[in-house]
């Protein structure tokens, strides 16, 4: 592994609370409803939110090489929250949300926090500018939750979790979303393999990934080389990628089954069918496993 921590908070983090705000905002039916998103945003963000002008400048400006990936955003949340709620009915009641950054689950959803712990981890800039912005919009800490700081390429999960009183006897939900691909391969693997070696058996996973160059067809070629020297440019390069049908061998080798590889192609069909006007850029795949009793 690599240090590579980050002494600011995340910008990518960031986008993509202002990314479930727009969304929830901007819908009537939304996929993902995120009424905190808002809150959790910078000054600047919240004044271009607030104006449809400015949004669009933003969007067809700036964003402008981001823009078609931005539904994996809010598709992704609903994905993780979708297989949260299935865990929970078989009684999985630790959560953990690695690369938390502004999530705001703990707050949008009341009716499953009371049945759970969370643990939120994150790097310390970015999970100190969340709880300042907290803070601010007067959100109270909610009891149930532990703020884990911890810089991944440098600790493993398990250590961190265990400073703040994991139970590793009892299975678990870990939500891996808008983190791996800014990992390398070797800390993904590493990270998985301790999901499926230091947690209790029926402990599922969920998390997104970037598909491989070379499986990512040839429309979607320009977008993937934009999008990467964006992200880049911001200073949280894209490290990993995989080719898409060779993640559920990959998972099967390092312990996990029951594996949903929903590959990037696949997702407009699942979560799209109502909304006509939006397209899923097949180049973010999601999946969800369980390791092996
Ligand atoms: C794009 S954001 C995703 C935030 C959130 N999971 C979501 O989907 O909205 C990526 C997050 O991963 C965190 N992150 C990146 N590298 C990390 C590392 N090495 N250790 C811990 N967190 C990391 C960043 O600080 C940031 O909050």
Redesign the pocket.
């Known amino acids: 592994m690599h240090a590579?921590?980050?002494k600011s908070p995340?910008k990518?983090?960031e986008l993509?609370?202002a990314a479930?705000a727009e969304h929830t905002r901007a819908t009537i039916a939304p996929i993902f409803e995120d009424r905190y998103a808002y809150a959790m945003c910078g000054r600047l963000w919240r004044t271009i939110l607030s104006s449809r002008i400015l949004l669009l400048l933003v969007k067809d400006g700036l964003l402008r090489n981001l823009r078609p990936i931005l539904p994996a955003?809010f598709t992704?949340?609903r994905f993780g929250e979708d297989c949260l709620e299935a865990a929970m009915a078989e009684g999985v009641d630790q959560y953990v949300?690695?690369?938390?950054?502004?999530?705001t689950f703990a707050f949008r959803r009341p009716d499953l926090m009371e049945r759970l712990t969370l643990y939120e981890?994150?790097?310390k800039a970015?999970q100190e500018s969340k709880l300042h912005r907290m803070r601010l919009a007067g959100m109270e800490v909610p009891k149930s939750v532990r703020y884990v700081q911890?810089?991944?390429?440098v600790e493993r999960l398990q250590d961190a979790l265990a400073r703040e009183g994991f139970d590793f006897s009892r299975p678990a939900m870990i939500s891996w979303?808008?983190?791996t691909y800014?990992?390398d391969v070797d800390t993904v693997r590493t990270t998985l393999t301790s999901i499926a070696r230091d947690m209790a058996p029926g402990t599922t996973v969920v998390f997104d990934y970037l598909a491989d160059a070379e499986w990512v067809p040839e429309e979607a070629q320009p977008l993937l080389t934009r999008a990467t020297a964006f992200v880049a440019r911001r200073g949280e390069p894209w490290l990993s990628s995989f080719v898409p049908p060779d993640l559920p061998g990959i998972l099967a080798s390092l312990g996990y089954e029951d594996i949903d590889n929903l590959e990037p192609d696949k997702v407009e069909e699942r979560y799209f069918a109502q909304y006509p006007d939006l397209k899923y850029a097949p180049v973010i795949g999601l999946c969800r496993a369980r390791t092996t009793p």
Do not use: C, K, M
């Open positions: 590579r921590e980050n995340s990518t983090a993509v609370a479930r955003i992704r949340a949300i690695i690369g938390a950054g502004y999530d981890l994150d790097q970015t911890a810089d991944l390429t979303f808008g983190v800014y990992l």
